[in-house]
């Protein structure tokens, strides 16, 4: 059965913290209903912080502040998240590290203090020998090149390689760490994100009835799946690289006509 702990939409994070200051703002600006799911363009103003009184506000990717406005700098789908976070929501194959998103590295190299890891970003990211539970000079873990694991990432400034740990807030290795066996496939920032929404989308819903596998997406655009039958990871695979361009009752006729065939 599919493992709940791999589809939560707590990787989603959300990194800046703003609150309302006083500018000379000439025009009323928009309230938050005006844009929420909906498509926008870098230059859309999609908040007025002036009317936000003693309130702290959360965005993620996509957004920006420019002084009692937030404005949005990459186009896509704006989304809000009760109470106050704000993200853009995109489809694009480059992945830009976020702090608190969870992705699937692959190892590139290995030294003293540090594992080298592919993130898919614009710089290889690092995951410190120590950064796993438990994890002390007498215990680190041997990962050979092309080790995929499953990371967190905890630092991911602008001109810096990106900081990964295999552990949640709390020090725990919850879901964290070596993946093996399986099928790894690369997909779009924008169908990870939809394979960890909630509720569940109408892909992974309708083929977790009727068959049973893991699987681990990565916000990264990223992709693992694990069954005990080769067809069984093969068909899962393919319905969900199959269903990025379809709606949800699209995906839901896509995953009756797969299931029927095995059938």
Request: glycine share 8%; proline share 6%.
């Amino acid at each position: 059965m599919l493992p709940c702990q791999l589809l939560r939409v707590h990787s989603r994070k959300f990194v800046t913290e703003l609150k309302p200051r006083k500018t000379m703002a000439s025009k009323p600006l928009p309230t938050r209903s005006t844009f929420i799911d909906k498509p926008v363009v870098p230059g859309d103003v999609i908040l007025d912080l002036s009317k936000l009184t003693d309130q702290t506000i959360k965005l993620g990717g996509g957004l920006q502040q420019d002084h009692d406005a937030i404005t949005v700098v990459k186009a896509g789908i704006l989304r809000f998240s009760k109470p106050n976070k704000y993200w853009i929501e995109s489809s694009q194959k480059r992945y830009i590290p976020t702090v608190g998103d969870t992705v699937l590295g692959i190892v590139v190299d290995t030294r003293a203090d540090n594992f080298f890891v592919d993130i898919k970003g614009p710089m290889v990211a690092f995951l410190p020998v120590l950064a796993f539970e438990g994890g002390t000079r007498r215990n680190i873990p041997k990962f050979e090149a092309g080790t995929l694991i499953y990371a967190r990432v905890v630092k991911a400034n602008t001109g810096m390689n990106p900081e990964l740990s295999c552990m949640d807030a709390s020090g725990k290795a919850a879901e964290f760490g070596l993946i093996k066996d399986g099928y790894m496939f690369e997909s779009s920032t924008g169908l990870s994100r939809m394979l960890l929404s909630s509720p569940t989308c109408p892909v992974l819903e309708g083929l977790g009835k009727k068959l049973a596998f893991e699987i681990a997406v990565g916000l990264n655009g990223r992709v693992w799946v694990n069954a005990e039958h080769q067809s069984t990871i093969i068909l899962v695979a393919n319905a969900i690289m199959n269903s990025e361009s379809l709606t949800p009752v699209q995906q839901k006729i896509m995953v009756e006509r797969l299931l029927d065939r095995v059938n």
